[in-house]
C-alpha cells in the first residue's frame, strides 16, 4: 500500500516517486494505455504519414546529382495528405495534453480517497468526461497565463544570463514553470478551486519549499531527459548509418514504393515519442507527490486517518 498523505523532503520526492511505480506502476500505465490507446494510435499513425512524406522529400533533396533535387510532383499530388496528417496531429496531441496531465491527478485522487483500492479505468474515465469542459477551460487561460508569465521570466532570465546568476536562473526557471503548472491542475481538478487560485495556491507551495521542490523537480527532469535521450537517439543512429552505407536514395522510391529502411524507421521514431510520452508521468506523479506532502501539512490527513482507524476497533 502507497502512502500518499506525507510530509517529503528533497531525497523523497524522487525515491517516493519510484516507490509509487514498484507498487502501482503496472496498474498506472496499463489504464493510462487503455484509455489513450486510440487518441495515441492515431498521434502514431498521423504522424508516421508525416514521417514518410518530409523523408521523401529529404531524401529526394540529397540524393539526386542533377539539378532539379525537388520531387514537386510527389509534394502536389500527396498535398491533403499532408493536410490532414498536420490537422490530425495537433487536435490529437492537444487532447493527448489534456489526458497526459490531468489522468496522473485522477489516479492519485482516487488512490487518496482509498489507498487500499486500486484505481479502476471506469472511475477515471467518468471523471474525465464529468470535468472535461473545465479541463478546456484550463488549456485555454493556461496557455495565455502560463505564456505571458513565462515570456517575461524568461526574457529577464535572457538578459540576466550575461552574468553567471542569470544563468542559474534561467537553468531553475524551467523546472519551476513545470511544476507550477502541474500543480495548478492538481488544486483546479482535485480542490475544485478556480483557475487563478489554483494557480496561486500552485506558486505558494512551491515558493514555500522552494529548494526541496525545485531540486526534485530539476533531478527528475534530469533522469527523464537522459532516458528519453537514449531512446531517442536510436532512429537517429540508424539514419546516420544508413546515409553512410548508402541504405537510402532517392532511387528507392522510383518505383513508387516505400523501403523497409523508411518502415523501419518511422517505427522506431514513433516508439521513441511513445516512451518518451510515458518517462514524463514521472515527473506528473512526482509534482502529485508535492501537492499530496502539502495538504498533509495543512489538513493532518494520516493523523485523522490513524484516530480514525483506531475508532473502528473500539
Not at 165 to 182: D, E, H, K, R
Request: aromatic share 18%.
Amino acid at each position: 500500500m502507497f502512502q500518499l498523505f506525507k510530509i517529503r523532503a528533497f531525497g523523497e520526492y524522487i525515491s517516493d516517486t519510484f516507490t509509487f511505480l514498484k507498487l502501482q506502476g503496472k496498474n498506472y500505465f496499463k489504464n493510462y494505455l487503455k484509455f489513450a490507446f486510440i487518441a495515441l494510435l492515431l498521434l502514431l499513425v498521423s504522424l508516421s504519414i508525416l514521417g514518410t512524406f518530409y523523408f521523401r522529400v529529404f531524401s529526394t533533396m540529397i540524393g539526386s546529382t542533377g539539378g532539379e533535387t525537388f520531387d514537386n510532383a510527389f509534394v502536389s499530388e500527396n498535398g491533403l495528405m499532408l493536410g490532414i496528417g498536420f490537422i490530425a496531429v495537433i487536435l490529437i496531441a492537444l487532447y493527448l495534453s489534456i489526458l497526459n496531465y490531468c489522468y496522473p491527478v485522477y489516479y492519485l485522487h482516487l488512490l487518496g480517497k482509498n489507498s487500499k483500492e486500486i484505481p479502476q479505468l471506469k472511475s477515471i474515465h467518468e471523471l474525465f468526461k464529468k470535468d472535461f469542459g473545465r479541463l478546456l477551460l484550463f488549456g485555454l487561460l493556461s496557455v495565455i497565463i502560463f505564456g505571458i508569465v513565462g515570456i517575461i521570466a524568461f526574457a529577464i532570465a535572457a538578459v540576466l544570463s550575461f552574468v553567471i546568476i542569470g544563468i542559474f536562473i534561467f537553468i531553475l526557471l524551467v523546472p519551476f514553470f513545470i511544476t507550477w503548472y502541474s500543480l495548478t491542475l492538481y488544486y483546479y481538478i482535485d480542490k475544485k478551486q478556480g483557475f487563478f487560485d489554483a494557480f496561486k495556491h500552485g506558486f505558494y507551495t512551491i515558493t514555500n519549499n522552494f529548494w526541496n521542490i525545485v531540486g526534485a523537480s530539476l533531478c527528475m527532469l534530469i533522469i527523464v531527459y537522459v532516458m528519453s535521450m537514449i531512446v531517442t537517439m536510436i532512429p537517429y543512429m540508424i539514419t546516420i548509418i544508413g546515409v553512410i552505407f548508402g541504405t537510402q536514395t532517392a532511387d528507392s522510391y522510383a518505383d513508387g514504393t516505400i523501403s523497409v529502411f523508411v518502415v523501419l524507421m518511422v517505427i522506431i521514431y514513433c516508439f521513441s515519442i511513445l516512451v518518451g510520452m510515458l518517462l514524463n508521468h514521472l515527473l506528473l506523479i512526482q509534482t502529485g507527490l508535492v501537492y499530496y506532502s502539502e495538504r498533509e501539512k495543512l489538513e493532518y490527513n494520516t493523523m485523522q486517518q490513524s484516530i480514525d482507524d483506531i475508532g473502528k476497533y473500539e
